[in-house]
């Protein structure tokens, strides 16, 4: 099943698969976001913030997140990731808001020895509380060429974890969240279980982001401003987008927490069931 369409490739969360993208606004790394950790190794790459780097060395890695909070959205970005031995990396692509019981819903890119593919590592928190953990292997080769990775966040689901309240499952509704990206080592987990360390005669490592696009309810003065009729708004996974992730789940995902009875031996979560 061919799921991309050239360099172009959407992943929806929680589950991965394909999909058209839709054209949004295009945002300037100068004017929406600013680089807020990394002393120098974030780098806007041109003049029109349609391109910028995050860098790791053994000091220090890197990270931006944008200067709006939003209550719903739809955030996309272009990524190219670290190439060969990336073992011990993780470049990310997230929400998340502040404070002790926050909301976010992660894109992990895990790195791995030179010759591997790169491990998608997702998960959704409310309040604190994630252990939504699904993990797949990418098919492609994320590091060749830029790829398009979408996160779709509406008040029915999070394309596509659902909504399931009304079975006692917390849904991120209520703490706005910003966007954030990094790239920072964890070379005790990321690769293996930690059994790969990182190469650091490798670094620095760097991975691009270009082509950011955030369409959102903007969350200014205590309430959140939505743009008129938004697709995003109602979203929900079509038949061919069903079809794919099916394909996806049954070939290339390696854990999925609503299977792991050792983990959770007195029963999977409820949004499982």
């Known amino acids: 099943m061919k799921l991309s369409c050239g360099t172009r490739f959407t992943f929806l969360v929680l589950f991965l698969f394909a999909a058209q993208s839709v054209a949004v606004y295009a945002g300037s790394f100068h004017k929406d976001v600013q680089i807020h950790w990394g002393d120098g190794r974030g780098k806007v790459r041109d003049r029109d913030g349609k391109l910028l780097s995050?860098?790791?060395?053994?000091?220090?890695?890197?990270?931006?997140?944008?200067?709006?909070?939003?209550?719903?959205?739809?955030?996309?970005?272009?990524?190219?990731?670290?190439?060969?031995?990336?073992?011990?990396?993780?470049?990310?692509?997230?929400?998340?808001?502040?404070?002790?019981?926050?909301?976010?819903?992660?894109?992990?890119?895990?790195?791995?020895?030179?010759g591997h593919p790169y491990t998608l590592h997702t998960n959704v928190y409310t309040r604190g509380s994630g252990d939504k953990e699904q993990q797949f292997h990418l098919w492609f080769d994320p590091t060749k060429n830029f790829h398009t990775y979408c996160i779709t966040w509406n008040p029915q689901r999070i394309i596509e974890f659902k909504n399931s309240e009304s079975m006692g499952v917390p849904f991120p509704k209520n703490q706005p969240m910003r966007l954030y990206a990094s790239l920072w080592e964890a070379e005790h987990w990321a690769t293996r279980g930690g059994l790969e360390k990182t190469d650091w005669s490798k670094a620095p490592f760097?991975?691009?982001?270009?082509?950011?696009?955030?369409?959102?309810?903007?969350?200014?003065?205590?309430?959140?401003?939505?743009?008129?009729?938004?697709?995003?708004?109602?979203?929900?996974?079509?038949?061919?987008?069903?079809?794919?992730?099916?394909?996806?789940?049954?070939k290339y995902m390696v854990y999925n927490y609503c299977t792991d009875k050792r983990r959770f031996p007195q029963g999977v979560p409820k949004v499982c069931t």
């Open 54 to 114: 995050l860098s790791l060395d053994k000091s220090s890695g890197s990270g931006f997140q944008s200067h709006q909070e939003f209550l719903y959205g739809r955030a996309e970005v272009q990524m190219k990731l670290v190439p060969g031995n990336s073992a011990g990396t993780v470049t990310t692509f997230y929400l998340k808001s502040p404070g002790t019981t926050w909301d976010e819903i992660d894109f992990e890119f895990l790195g791995n020895i030179s």
């Open 206 to 250: 760097t991975a691009f982001y270009r082509n950011y696009n955030v369409e959102g309810c903007v969350w200014a003065n205590g309430r959140s401003f939505c743009p008129a009729n938004a697709p995003w708004f109602t979203q929900v996974v079509d038949p061919e987008g069903q079809k794919k992730m099916k394909w996806a789940q049954s």
